[in-house]
C-alpha cells in the first residue's frame, strides 16, 4: 500500500535482539507481543533510521533508546511497511519514532502485512 503522504517512508525498521526477532517470524502468522514500554502509548515501535553503518546504529540508540541500547538490543532489524491494510505505524512525537498504538500491554500486532 503506497504511503498517502509522499514525505513518510514506505518502510521502517523495528530493532531487537537476535532471539526476539527469532521469536516474531517463527510464528504463523507473525507477530509482536507489546511490552511495558510506554514512552508514547504501548504497542509496536519502529523508526526510519536504516540500518547502514555503525553512525545510524549510534543515532538508532541515541533517539529510539535514549543511549541506552546495547550491542544484542541492536543485533537484528525487522523491515516493516509504515501501512497495510487495516494498521499504520503512526509518528510520535520524536521525529525518527513511529508506532502501531495497544491498548495494553501484551496485546498483539499481526504482522504478516506489513513485515517486508
Given at each position: 500500500?503506497?504511503?498517502?503522504?509522499?514525505?513518510?517512508?514506505?518502510?521502517?525498521?523495528?530493532?531487537?535482539?537476535?532471539?526476539?526477532?527469532?521469536?516474531?517470524?517463527?510464528?504463523?502468522?507473525?507477530?509482536?507481543?507489546?511490552?511495558?514500554?510506554?514512552?508514547?502509548?504501548?504497542?509496536?515501535?519502529?523508526?526510519?533510521?536504516?540500518p547502514v553503518d555503525a553512525d545510524s546504529m549510534a543515532e538508532v540508540s541515541?533517539?529510539?533508546?535514549?543511549?541506552?541500547?546495547?550491542?544484542?538490543?541492536?543485533?537484528?532489524?525487522?523491515?516493516?511497511?509504515?501501512?497495510?491494510?487495516?494498521?499504520?505505524?503512526?509518528?510520535?512525537?520524536?521525529?525518527?519514532?513511529?508506532?502501531?498504538?495497544?491498548?495494553?500491554?501484551?496485546?498483539?500486532?499481526?504482522?504478516?502485512?506489513?513485515?517486508?
Amino acid at each position: 500500500m503506497p504511503c498517502s503522504d509522499p514525505q513518510a517512508p514506505d518502510r521502517l525498521y523495528h530493532y531487537c535482539s537476535e532471539r526476539a526477532a527469532a521469536d516474531i517470524v517463527a510464528e504463523e502468522p507473525p507477530y509482536f507481543v507489546s511490552g511495558g514500554g510506554s514512552h508514547h502509548g504501548w504497542g509496536m515501535y519502529a523508526t526510519d533510521i536504516e540500518p547502514v553503518d555503525a553512525d545510524s546504529m549510534a543515532e538508532v540508540s541515541t533517539s529510539c533508546f535514549l543511549g541506552g541500547a546495547t550491542l544484542a538490543d541492536l543485533s537484528c532489524v525487522l523491515v516493516v511497511r509504515r501501512a497495510s491494510e487495516g494498521q499504520s505505524f503512526r509518528e510520535t512525537s520524536n521525529p525518527h519514532e513511529w508506532i502501531i498504538d495497544c491498548a495494553a500491554p501484551l496485546e498483539l500486532v499481526w504482522l504478516a502485512q506489513i513485515l517486508q
